[in-house]
């Protein structure tokens, strides 16, 4: 996070190490992404919303994990790791931890609703939109 008013950079998640380590636990001592070669590896895309929590497409593990603001502590909420390029998703599925996620490209988050779009293929892809359960 870079705090522009003071000119600062703060780490918010991650060890800078590949992987799928962490929920449940402090965001700091997470890890994202599988390939320690890439040059941008892992988190693709982050969103908030209204209370500061941030989402991030963890591209590379084809999940969505949350970071909660209050806590720091970071969890999946969508996708599954076995995710297959080229499987399309059940419109009925209600689970958004069975959810084909293989290439999360961006995310956006509104009036409690975010919006996950995915590639599943060059030519075809998916949008997934999560919501919290009213209670």
């Keep these: 996070m870079i705090d522009v008013k003071r000119h600062a950079v703060r780490t918010l998640a991650g060890t800078g190490k590949p992987g799928y380590e962490g929920d449940n636990g402090d965001a700091l001592n997470a890890t994202f992404g599988s390939d320690a070669t890439a040059k941008f590896d892992g988190p693709i895309s982050l969103s908030l919303d209204e209370e500061g929590n941030i989402f991030v497409g963890d591209r590379q593990n084809h999940v969505v994990r949350m970071i909660h603001k209050k ?42 609703y975010l919006f996950v779009p995915t590639d599943i293929t060059p030519e075809e892809g998916d949008l997934a939109v999560l919501t919290r359960k009213k209670r």
């Design 71 to 112: 806590s720091n502590v970071i969890e999946t909420i969508a996708g599954n790791r076995n995710s297959v390029k080229g499987e399309s998703n059940n419109l009925e599925e209600t689970d958004p931890l069975k959810l084909n996620l293989p290439e999360i490209s961006s995310m956006d988050y509104y009036d409690g």
